[in-house]
């Protein structure tokens, strides 16, 4: 059993007798406390898609329910049903769009090393790679002669996502980007 600081996003924990995902984590440290952190979760419960906000001390224990990720890959959406082909043995896995709206701008049919979590048989989530692929779709002209560390402009990606890159790239480059941080990390290696 953790405590609520070891807990991290999308994780699944058991409260209250049911299963929900963490979605969202926010530390504070109280002024005038003695002792310890507060972590306020934003949680889903899997069955209802119904939304809690709970606050924990550092030292709570809290239970991990049972999960299962499962590699998968992007195949094609549904109206507001995202659907994923497990690698193995090809089950799809439906994820309504706004259980993955986070996500969403980071998913394209190449994107490799997501993974579906799935609790009680129900895909709940999804577990993205730190850093995906994703094609520059429209930027100003590049500088010749920019610099890595020079300023930065807007870049507007395949899926929508804008980030702030280096001068020196241009429309149609692959960039590797940060999921969680959604930023820039470099140019995609070159297959």
């Known amino acids: 059993m953790p405590k609520a600081s070891d807990i991290k996003k999308n994780a699944a924990v058991e409260?209250?007798?049911?299963t929900y995902i963490v979605r969202d984590i926010e530390r504070s440290v109280p002024q005038g406390r003695s002792g310890?952190?507060?972590y306020r979760m934003r949680m889903y419960d899997v069955v209802t898609g119904g939304k809690i906000d709970e606050t924990f001390k550092d030292s709570d224990m809290l239970n991990l329910a049972d999960l299962i990720r499962k590699p998968a890959t992007f195949s094609y959406i549904d109206g507001d049903e995202y659907v994923f082909m497990d690698s193995e043995d090809y089950t799809p896995y439906n994820l309504n769009k706004d259980s993955i709206a986070d996500?969403?701008?980071f998913i394209t049919e190449d994107t490799a090393?997501?993974?579906v979590v799935i609790v009680d048989d129900v895909p709940v989530a999804l577990d993205m790679p730190s850093n995906v692929d994703l094609e520059v779709m429209e930027t100003d002209p590049s500088i010749k002669g920019g610099s890595a560390t020079a300023r930065t402009k807007p870049a507007t990606l395949t899926t929508g996502l804008v980030v702030q890159v280096p001068e020196y790239i241009s429309t149609g480059e692959k960039l590797k980007v940060s999921v969680e941080e959604r930023k820039f990390v470099s140019r995609a290696d070159s297959k």
């Open 15 to 18: 409260y209250n007798g049911k």
């Open 36 to 38: 310890g952190s507060l």
């Open 113 to 115: 090393g997501i993974q």
């Open 103 to 105: 996500e969403i701008l």
